[in-house]
């Protein structure tokens, strides 16, 4: 697409933006409508996961075929939030975050109609475009909404990642255990599609920036990322130190260290990373690479404790259902505390929000180090890391916003969400491999130990107070950031 009018000829400067006009500004309904894509797209993570264990009887496959169905969606997400988030500062925000939201339903109808695991992959990696739709929906706000009102927004938005993560699992389980497996696919189509036809009619047209897509470095952030994620989620099931991962390991490191000289190099890149190396940027992005570590551990965790048998000394027994409803608790929590968090961006600022978020998430996996055990004490770190979870999330989109040009809001968040993302496999890479070295038996089967499970709340405790410190980087808003 040749860059808009008024562009210096031969440089990368992109244009200033057209001055939005009182018809451009969005409706009541576009903040709640944008939410549900961030909602709906975070539910679509988590819809198989209670399925996984069924998924080689139900599809006559194996076990490591069936998990390519979590997998093929990780891959495809990561691809698709920078590149979408470039696109939509391009091309329009609101026309690519409806074709992220109509790839979503695609697959998921694919999915629904799926009777062999090899369409049941395709599905879920058309499903997992629909992650464009929270760096997407987060520029789109800052066009739309009044700055008055943009924190809540951002705030809300945010929490909506937080909420269909948790929704998802008891969701799934649900339907898993009451009815066939196809209606959960068709559940979520039928979400996705009212979540599209809703972003049509009620999301605004915003400015479009143009310039020339940077297809080399779509192309080589692809391959590091897929080749580097498939590492870390293959690397247990191929052996940490086979051929396939470190082939895998290398090609990505190798392909990253190509791309950062190629971007820093080309006029109009897909990710600007001088922007992205400036402090405020940089410091948010590493407080939120060690805040999506700390998010997955609970998902990680709750479910091995709440879904084993008292006689491994800490295991509650819950079945399936139970242990999602009780997770979904953090949830609710998360909710209620972004629509409050606002107030302490105004008071304090985001960069003492995100600070604040980060600790309370460290307080609250510290608290179950000693009281492993019990349904009352896993509420309560629930609840806690719920809460710090709101607040740090509402802060994030906040600080990449401040400390962004407009020009490449939907890029820096793009880049932000894949930090976050990386964060989470990270931890499924790293608590796995613990809780897999470290198990006993009870009842004739092998759980992860208490000592493995202690390890993997104290290394999220350890990336709580780790983001804390990363955020105390972020200059103040009253000091002038340094490059």
């Known amino acids: 697409m040749a860059p808009t009018a008024g562009a210096p000829a031969g440089t990368g400067t ?39 264990p069924s998924l080689p009887r139900l599809l006559d496959t194996s076990a490591a075929n069936a998990s390519w169905t979590v997998t093929a969606t990780l891959l495809v997400a990561a ?91 008891p969701f799934s389980a649900f339907l898993s255990q009451h009815a066939d497996w196809h209606v959960l696919f068709w559940a979520v189509a039928g979400l996705g599609l009212a979540n599209l036809l809703l972003a049509a009619r009620f999301v605004p047209s915003g400015p479009r920036y143009g310039g020339r897509f940077d297809r080399a470095g779509a192309l080589g952030l692809t391959v590091a990322l897929v080749c580097l994620l498939l590492a870390l989620s293959k690397g247990r099931g191929w052996g940490w130190t086979s051929a396939p991962t470190l082939t895998a390991a290398l090609l990505g490191a190798a392909t990253a260290a190509w791309w950062v000289r190629y971007e820093l190099r080309t006029a109009q890149p897909l990710v600007d990373l001088r922007t992205s190396a400036s402090r405020p940027v940089l410091a948010t992005n590493a407080a939120t690479l060690l805040v999506g570590f700390a998010m997955f551990v609970i998902s ?31 949830g609710v929590v998360m909710m209620a505390v972004a629509l409050m968090s606002p107030a302490v961006s105004v008071r304090w600022g985001a960069r003492a929000t995100l600070v604040l978020g980060a600790l309370v998430i460290a307080a609250g996996y510290a608290t179950g180090i000693p009281l492993l055990g019990g349904g009352w004490w896993l509420t309560v770190l629930a609840v806690i890391v719920g809460a710090g979870l709101a607040l740090a999330f509402a802060a994030m989109p906040a600080l990449i916003v401040a400390a962004t040009p407009e020009s490449q809001t939907a890029a820096a968040n793009g880049l932000n969400t894949l930090v976050r993302s990386v964060g989470a496999s990270v931890a499924s890479a790293v608590v796995s491999a613990v809780l897999a070295a470290m198990t006993t038996t009870a009842g004739g089967a092998v759980h992860p130990s208490a000592v493995g499970l202690r390890i993997a709340l104290l290394a999220a405790v350890l990336a709580g107070l780790g983001a804390a410190a990363a955020a105390l980087f972020v200059p103040r808003p009253d000091r002038p950031a340094k490059p």
Request: hydrophobic share 50%.
């Open 14 to 52: 992109p244009p200033a933006p057209p001055a939005a006009s009182p018809a451009a500004t969005g409706s009541g309904i576009t903040v709640p409508v944008l939410a549900l894509g961030g909602f709906t797209a975070a539910l679509v993570n988590t819809v198989p996961i209670p399925l996984l």
């Open 79 to 169: 691809v698709c939030t920078p590149v979408s988030g470039r696109l939509g500062d391009m091309r329009g925000k609101r026309r690519v975050l409806l074709w992220c939201l109509g790839l979503m339903v695609a697959g998921s109808v694919l999915c629904a109609l799926a009777g062999s695991v090899e369409l049941l992959i395709a599905g879920r990696a058309l499903q997992g475009c629909g992650a464009g739709a929270l760096p997407l929906g987060l520029s789109i706000m800052r066009e739309q909404v009044p700055r008055e009102r943009l924190g809540r927004a951002l705030a809300v938005m945010s929490a909506t990642v937080g909420v269909g993560s948790t929704v998802g699992f």
């Open 300 to 330: 990680l965790v709750l479910p091995h404790i709440l879904q084993a048998p008292p006689a491994t000394g800490y295991g509650v027994g819950f079945s399936m259902v139970r242990t999602g409803l009780l997770q979904s608790v953090a």
